[in-house]
């Protein structure tokens, strides 16, 4: 299964763009990128998956590049209530999905 | 979609008392996954089943636990002769199977803590 490599934590402040960036150099062909947002004492929740080029959402934007190494997960104009653990995942459709540490991300007013 | 729903959200017990949760999935998926979180961490896979087929069971996963979904919708974890370092939220997630874009949905959890 492909490894995830992603911040530990960023900050940012509220009505700014925030970009966090998950490396994923083991992709495999039919792997596909997903990302999940979870506060605390709460189960993860999807946001965005998207297997190449840009996928946008009310939510979100996830921005792969051609080769799959990486995923960008852009999230504009964020409020107080965009403070959460954002994970990054990458496997098969539906398949064992392995959960990292994720990016404590911390919005400040 | 009334979405995943585990019971109870918490509970606490005694070390070497058995414990067991539910998780009874949406309606529809046939997937249905186990996970164990502790504070700080992400989720760590326990297992999952297809329908009632358990798939694969986590090597870090003890002998003491036992996951069963006998008719294929909802699911029990127990966990037997419980450990304090069993104290953990676990979560439930459920998934339609073979379709795209089809994430995994989880339940809100049940916290369990062992004294």
């Known amino acids: 299964l492909a490894k995830t490599t992603q911040p530990i934590s960023m900050d940012s402040y509220e009505g700014q763009e925030v970009n966090i960036t998950c490396s994923h150099n083991?992709?495999?062909?039919?792997?596909?990128i997903t990302w999940y947002q979870q506060f605390p004492s709460q189960g993860p929740r999807f946001i965005i998956q998207g297997y190449k080029t840009k996928v946008t959402n009310e939510v979100a934007s996830l921005f792969i590049p051609a080769d799959r190494k990486s995923s960008t997960l852009s999230l504009p104009r964020v409020s107080l209530s965009d403070t959460a653990v954002y994970y990054c995942?990458?496997?098969?459709?539906?398949?064992?999905?392995?959960f990292g540490k994720g990016t404590r991300l911390h919005i400040l007013p | 979609d009334t979405g995943v729903s585990q019971d109870p959200r918490h509970k606490i017990t005694k070390r070497g008392q058995n414990v067991t949760f539910r998780c009874d999935p949406i309606s529809e998926h046939n997937r249905l996954y186990w996970y164990r979180q502790t504070l700080g961490q992400g989720p760590e896979f326990l297992t999952y089943?297809?329908?009632?087929?358990?798939?694969?069971k986590s090597r870090l996963l003890s002998d003491r636990f036992s996951a069963e979904r006998p008719k294929g919708s909802f699911s029990t974890l127990e966990i037997q002769r419980t450990e304090q370092g069993d104290s953990a939220m676990y979560l439930c997630?459920?998934?339609?199977?073979?379709?795209?874009?089809?994430?995994?949905?989880f339940g809100n959890g049940t916290r369990l803590t062992v004294t």
């Open positions: 995942l990458v496997a098969p459709q539906n398949d064992k999905i392995i």
């Open positions: 089943f297809q329908n009632e087929a358990q798939l694969e």
């Open positions: 997630a459920s998934s339609p199977q073979g379709q795209s874009d089809s994430p995994l949905h």
């Open positions: 083991n992709i495999a062909t039919n792997d596909y």
